[in-house]
T-cell receptor, first 112, second 113 residues
Framework: EAQVTQNPRYLITVTGKKLTVTCSQN?????MSWYRQDPGLGLRQIYY???????DKGDVPEGYKVSRKEKRNFPLILESPSPNQTSLYFC???????????FGPGTRLTVT | GDSVTQMEGPVTLSEEAFLTINCTYT??????LFWYVQYPGEGLQLLLK?????DKGSNKGFEATYRKETTSFHLEKGSVQVSDSAVYFC????????????FGKGTLLTVNP
């Protein structure tokens, strides 16, 4: 089954404790990206990757890192999480940014 | 830069009512336009899309027409069902060397029986 998987689905952590949210797709897609969803702000792009080893900032990259060492994986790293990063995070993939994005199920992160 | 503006929600309708969710955009070039839907507790999924002016995207009874002259991509459905209750997002990619996707803030639709 074609899908985007994210782990964990739910995470509660404390300020400053490094964490990684994994994202993996099995559709051989070149393009992958991360979004955060917040009430009243909609969906905002954090980082995107056009292909392996090529990543770039979206609209809200501060406090996040990503890497794309393999085509199928695109982890999101929070080196020192803060409460303002409490949010619902989505990973997505596609052949290119101008076609349908396939979204993962989301990761709800709470930073206390 | 690119931007998407969609009507503020929430929108509450009775079953079988007509639905319109307005979406206007600002973009360079000739963007591709999308409507995504998010059902409760789920990720987003593509509802429909249009890639050039005057294209009409349609799916599951929903339609939207790419209007370049008014920079709009309004979502419509003639008769909504309770199962259409969800959050709807308008989005665009302006193509070329722009690899970013821009989403609107989303519109919550609730359909009552």
């Amino acid at each position: 089954e074609a899908q985007v998987t994210q782990n964990p689905r739910y995470l509660i952590t404390v300020t400053g404790k490094k964490l990684t949210v994994t994202c993996s797709q099995n559709m051989n897609h070149e393009y992958m990206s991360w979004y955060r969803q917040d009430p009243g702000l909609g969906l905002r792009q954090i980082y995107y990757s056009m292909n392996v080893e090529v990543t770039d900032k979206g609209d809200v990259p501060e406090g996040y890192k990503v890497s794309r060492k393999e085509k199928r994986n695109f982890p999101l790293i929070l080196e020192s999480p803060s409460p303002n990063q409490t949010s619902l995070y989505f990973c997505a993939s596609s052949l290119s940014p101008s076609v349908e994005q396939y979204f993962g199920p989301g990761t709800r992160l709470t930073v206390t | 830069g690119d931007s998407v503006t969609q009507m503020e929600g929430p929108v509450t309708l009775s079953e079988e009512a007509f639905l319109t969710i307005n979406c206007t955009y600002t973009a360079t070039g000739y963007p591709s336009l999308f409507w995504y839907v998010q059902y409760p507790g789920e990720g987003l999924q593509l509802l429909l899309k249009a890639t050039k002016a005057d294209d009409k995207g349609s799916n599951k009874g929903f339609e939207a027409t790419y209007r370049k002259e008014t920079t709009s991509f309004h979502l419509e459905k003639g008769s909504v069902q309770v199962s259409d209750s969800a959050v709807y997002f308008c989005a665009l990619n302006s193509g070329g060397s722009n690899y970013k996707l821009t989403f609107g803030k989303g519109t919550l639709l609730t359909v009552n029986p």
